[in-house]
């Protein structure tokens, strides 16, 4: 009886098990069907997530620009609409660093950054509405015109913070740019060139800022850009450090030129060493190294620039690139 009892439930076992294993081979089928049909997706609107990305270095935003680096109001109209025209989709450094590139399929990422927290970038008035004519206010424009255009930057912030001296008004002003989606990175406190300088200074001048910024509306910055984009001694004492009570560890730190960025998804990706564009039409040394001439340049190279498969979950591009995924990527990766 005993012998019976073991055969029939083994027979039991083989038949209970045949269900489950054809349940799997139609959810393997499924997954398959359906990777099929998003790289066929991503072909049709040409997806290449390995592609590079701009990264627009602003600083003022003036009537009268008293440097190169200055931009008028009009000119940074023109540049928005540019950017419109182009198909590209603004997202924050924080987005860039970490992968989070959420935008429409064929669309072209672009990272707007803004250095020195000038009160040109952003002043508020005593009911809390952004001034006329300052970078967000014409950003927040151009972005109302033209829906799927997000109106969303990163400010690189000195211990000047838009012309605030009082704390309070300091925190009016970071707590407006986080409450409304821009990201705050840290721009050193003092703005001091750090090639040279010893450990201690450099994890001071970084250090420092954070700790104000934290202070003051609880946002602990994950990019930095260097001043005159120069590297300390060490290039990891810009990643992370320790200033007395504060540590802190970036994802990314931006250089002040001279190409576009590498995908966060290419091994050409150094999150030490990110450049950056210059906003300046084509003149001089920008007739070859500057905005104008570096988005005229990805517009005859589309295969260069990063194109969006409009899934954040997976990484598009042509099978032929794929010795230039980052291997931390691989279960990301949909070639075609």
């Not at 960025?261 to 060493?273: C, L, Q, R, V, Y």
Request: proline share 7%; charged share 25%.
């Amino acid at each position: 009886m005993l012998a019976v009892a073991v055969i029939a439930s083994g027979c039991g076992s083989e038949h209970s098990a045949a269900p489950v294993a054809t349940a799997k081979a139609n959810t393997a089928a499924q997954l398959k069907q359906a990777k099929a049909a998003k790289a066929a997706a991503a072909a049709k609107v040409k997806a290449n997530e390995l592609g590079q990305i701009p990264v627009l270095m602003f600083h003022r935003v003036i009537k009268n620009p008293a440097t190169t680096d200055d931009r008028t109001p009009e000119q940074f109209r023109a540049d928005l609409d540019r950017l419109v025209r182009d198909d590209y989709v603004p997202i924050t450094a924080a987005e860039f660093v970490t992968g989070k590139i959420d935008i429409p399929a064929g669309k072209h990422p672009v990272v707007l950054t803004f250095d020195d927290s000038s009160p040109s970038q952003l002043t508020l008035d005593e009911m809390g509405t952004v001034k006329a004519d300052t970078a967000v206010a014409i950003l927040r424009e151009v972005a109302a015109k033209h829906p799927g255009f997000r109106p969303v930057a990163t400010f690189y912030v000195t211990r000047d913070m838009f012309g605030k001296t009082v704390r309070e008004e300091q925190a009016q002003a970071l707590g407006w740019l986080r409450d409304n989606g821009f990201d705050i990175g840290n721009h050193t406190r003092d703005h001091v060139n750090l090639r040279g300088r010893p450990q201690k200074d450099v994890e001071e001048q970084i250090g420092a800022i954070q700790k104000q910024i934290t202070s003051l509306v609880n946002v602990k910055p994950i990019t930095l850009a260097l001043p005159y984009g120069n590297q300390p001694t060490n290039k990891e004492w810009a990643m992370h450090g320790k200033f007395g009570d504060v540590t802190y560890r970036n994802s990314g730190v931006f250089l002040a030129g001279y190409t576009p960025a590498p995908s966060p998804f290419s091994k050409s990706f150094d999150p030490m060493g990110i450049p950056r564009i210059r906003a300046m039409d084509k003149k001089g040394d920008c007739v070859q190294f500057c905005s104008i001439a570096w988005l005229d340049w990805l517009n005859h190279n589309p295969d260069m620039r990063y194109t969006s498969d409009g899934d954040v979950r997976t990484v598009a591009y042509p099978k032929f690139k794929t010795p230039f995924l980052r291997t931390s990527f691989t279960t990301w990766s949909l070639p075609y």
